[in-house]
């Protein structure tokens, strides 16, 4: 069996540690001090022992240095779970949103997580958690308001008369005591 050695050159050693300590991902960082072990004692066994990996895992990141030197080194992308709505649905989504849910036929005035969920089930056929739907109103920009109630036959003299009554007399009240 042949041995394995670095035989991509673009990089001294020095380079190497260089790139190492700018090197942010923490992936790439353990792969990079491999291949700078592995120009030292040119075992990959005696690295495997040194960082606390296996021969196999070392000889893989030689042989993709020696391949395409520090590109080799970064980890390929994961490509995760696909989203249940596409783009398209989340700018529709977000269209609705902005709108007076009675607008849309509902009988009620203010989105919570519940009407959302509804809405979307209604509308893409996906059915989400309220959490979820909270989470992706989050990521879609909107927040949490709660509404204010305004009384809307109340005299607004009358009450900063009350206001400044209240005031005088807790002043009063403070001096008692």
Request: proline content about 3%; aromatic content about 10%.
């Amino acid at each position: 069996m042949k041995r394995l050695e670095i035989e991509n050159e673009e990089f001294t050693k020095d380079e190497l540690l260089d790139l190492f300590h700018k090197e942010k991902n923490p992936a790439v960082k353990e792969r990079i001090l491999a291949i700078v072990f592995m120009m030292e004692y040119k075992n990959c066994s005696k690295v495997a022992e040194l960082i606390g990996r296996s021969r196999n895992t070392v000889q893989n990141w030689v042989n993709a240095y020696n391949a395409k030197s520090l590109e080799g080194l970064k980890p390929a992308p994961r490509s995760g779970r696909p989203a249940r709505l596409t783009n398209r649905e989340l700018e529709l989504l977000k269209m609705d949103l902005v709108r007076n849910p009675r607008e849309l036929g509902y009988d009620f005035s203010n989105w919570d997580g519940k009407s959302v969920m509804y809405h979307i089930h209604q509308k893409f056929g996906v059915k989400f958690s309220v959490r979820r739907v909270q989470m992706l109103l989050h990521q879609l920009g909107f927040s949490l308001q709660r509404p204010r109630h305004k009384y809307i036959k109340a005299d607004k003299e009358k009450q900063d008369q009350f206001t400044q009554d209240l005031k005088k007399n807790s002043k009063i009240w403070v001096l008692m005591t």
